[in-house]
Nanobody, 123 residues
Framework: QVQLVQSGGGLVQSGGSLRLSCTAS????????VGWFRQAPGKEREFVAA????????HLADSLKGRFTISRDNAKNTVYLQMDNLKLDDTAVYYC????????????????WGPGTQVTVSS
């Protein structure tokens, strides 16, 4: 099993940047694919980004390409979501999720989830 701890959320002005971190407990984090998802008020949770176990391939929601970047440091058991040029619509609770095996771009079958971190973008 793995437990995920998130950090890095907060309040930022439109156009600003934030970096979210997702740190896993235990060993062998390199065997887990990781995804980021977000849920805005009144909306369903949606896919944001995902990264393969080794970090050699990344995936981003089309609408976020050019502003968001996902990366990982397996030596630190951590996956990052760098968010630049933030917009009001990026306001949401952001979740990281992990699964053993290949990366997928939807909630199922990620079976380990972080608690979520609030990102609020103000004008």
């Amino acid at each position: 099993q793995v437990q995920l701890v998130q950090s890095g959320g907060g309040l930022v002005q439109s156009g600003g940047s934030l970096r979210l971190s997702c740190t896993a407990s235990g060993r062998s984090f390199g065997t887990y694919s990781v995804g980021w998802f977000r849920q805005a008020p009144g909306k369903e949770r949606e896919f944001v980004a995902a990264i393969t176990r080794s970090g050699d391939s990344t995936h981003l929601a089309d609408s976020l390409k050019g502003r968001f970047t996902i990366s990982r440091d397996n030596a630190k058991n951590t996956v990052y979501l760098q968010m630049d040029n933030l917009k009001l619509d990026d306001t949401a609770v952001y979740y990281c999720a992990a699964r053993e095996g290949v990366v997928v771009l939807r909630e199922y079958p990620y079976n380990y989830w972080g608690p979520g971190t609030q990102v609020t973008v103000s004008s």
